[in-house]
């Protein structure tokens, strides 16, 4: 059972465009994580939210995590191609010695 | 920040075989992870490495098709038995720890893609 939804599964836009990636679960985490992932390449850290409601921002990247825990957002303002890969959402519980649980992931491509 | 290493970073092999992959990573770390990945799918957790005890596995999966070792801190080792085309697949491992750099968040290895015949 997957328990970390993102949707879309799937986005192709054009360079400078924006997107937003979602990421619902009806469970609980402590703290959720985005990585992207290239092809050949293992997934890489983008950012942590451990405080419902918290945003965080990395440079055109805005992440936030729900006020009750249970969701997250990924938006990304004037897509670039560098940005084409697999985005994944990661959540953790309390109690399970750093397990993460992934989501479906959100294969993204940017055109110019 | 740490640096993870996988050996082989691919490799194909026949129906029946074993296939053991190794994963280093360059400083010392709390827990370590292994996961299976389709290409261009998500991760599924196979099992935690555990220092010095048996591994931990997830629903789904068995010590005897996927023993794992990790005889220290910094290394572990995952096998791939009695292989089928059905375990052609990417195997990730992760680490992570409870301090500084690494605390809480998960930091992967390349991959190893294998392809069964």
């Known amino acids: 059972t997957q328990l970390l939804e993102q949707s879309p599964q799937f986005l192709s836009i054009q360079e400078g465009e924006n997107l937003t990636v979602y990421c619902n679960s009806s469970s609980v985490f402590s703290s959720l994580q985005w990585y992207r992932q290239e092809p050949g390449e293992g997934p890489v850290l983008l950012v942590t939210?451990?405080?419902?409601?918290e945003v965080k921002k990395l440079k055109r990247l805005t992440f936030q995590f729900g006020d009750a825990r249970k969701d997250s957002s990924l938006h990304i303002t004037a897509a670039q191609p560098g940005d084409t890969g697999l985005y994944l959402c990661?959540?953790?519980?309390?109690?399970?010695?750093?397990?993460?649980?992934f989501g479906t992931g959100t294969r993204l491509q940017v055109t110019l | 920040s740490a640096v993870i290493s996988q050996k082989p970073s691919r490799d194909i092999c026949q129906r029946g075989t074993s296939l053991t992959i190794q994963c280093q990573v360059d400083s010392q770390v709390t827990m370590m992870f292994w996961y299976r990945q389709q290409p261009g799918q998500s991760l599924t957790l196979i099992a935690t490495?555990?220092?010095?005890?048996?591994?931990?596995?997830e629903s789904g999966f068995v010590i005897d098709k996927f023993p794992i070792s990790r005889p220290n801190l910094t290394f572990s080792t995952l096998t791939v038995s009695n292989m089928s085309p059905e375990d052609s697949s990417i195997y990730l491992c992760?680490?992570?720890?409870?301090?500084?750099?690494?605390?809480?968040?998960?930091?992967f290895g390349p991959g190893t893609r294998l392809t069964v015949l």
């Open positions: 939210v451990v405080t419902g409601g």
């Open positions: 992760s680490a992570t720890g409870t301090g500084g750099w690494m605390a809480d968040t998960q930091y």
């Open positions: 990661a959540g953790a519980r309390s109690g399970t010695a750093s397990k993460l649980t």
């Open positions: 490495a555990n220092q010095g005890s048996e591994a931990t596995y």
